[in-house]
């Protein structure tokens, strides 16, 4: 049942990802002259949309694999990212009140970043520069990720308009060849002398 969801999901992402006047003009690249279905024009058009979906997804999985490897950077050489998810949801707008959250509440979140930073080696004196480290890098890292975050949109939407364009070019190209040979193909049959 969820396989069928996401299939669903994934369907009508892809069928809205195409404007309708494209799958309009995909479609019609579709038919002869004569009006009916051409299987041979019918793989052209599909290899197309085929290859426009590649560039799209390709693009986001670079992206998502990206983000996953800052993920896991976070998680090994700063702070778990279950102490990270504890912190943001104690968090205050008064940083007073969040700083006091975080070092005093029930989870004892400081102790746990505590443990974990001795753990993976580090040393029990140098814990507390650790935390105030983060601390105060903690804005400049939000700041960078809300950066990241419009850089992604923003690259994705130009990935998206680009494969997007070259999937309208070629489609027009198509049909502007096939338009040719056709009046070429009518003007020897009729005679007819091309200016």
Known sequence: MLLAICLLMVGTVAYIAIPADVRTMLAENCRGSSGRLKWRYCYVEMRAVGQFYFGVFFFAIVLAAFSALLLILVDEYLIPLELLHSAVTVAD???????????????????????WYVAIGGSPQDVTDFQRFLWYAFPIALLLSFAGSVLCMKLTAKGYQAALDQLINDCVLRDRQRITERYLRDSRQYDIEPD
């Open 93 to 115: 707008l008064n940083p007073e009140v969040w700083k006091e959250n975080l070092t005093a509440s029930a989870s004892e979140l400081s102790k746990q970043h505590e443990n």
